[in-house]
């Protein structure tokens, strides 16, 4: 992996790198996976650029947390729209 990495012309820091496995099966591999004598951890979610991505590929967790997030950001909003001093031009834009 190293290896090829060099001959690409990237570098990558193994202690940032984390391992999903998606399977439609249920398959366990541990905690850590050693790879090139280097141990790399093993995980069952993160998110990427905002999508949370699942080892079972769950889409149902990714809706859950954007529409988490638009609930957030509404409700936070809320006491600006409803805000006599806003104007509404103001409110349409946001």
Do not use: W
Request: with cysteine; proline share 1%; aromatic share 6%.
């Amino acid at each position: 992996m190293k290896r090829t990495a060099r001959e690409v012309g990237l570098s990558f820091d193994v202690n940032g790198t984390k391992l999903i496995v998606q399977s439609r099966h249920d398959t366990h591999i541990g905690k850590e996976m050693k790879i090139e004598g280097d141990m790399i951890e093993v995980v069952d979610e993160f998110v990427n650029l905002g999508t949370c991505i699942t080892k079972h590929r769950y889409e149902l967790q990714d809706i859950k947390t954007r529409i988490e997030q638009v609930s957030n950001t509404y409700h936070s909003l809320f006491p600006v729209m409803k805000s006599r001093d806003v104007h509404r031009q103001t409110k349409i834009k946001l």
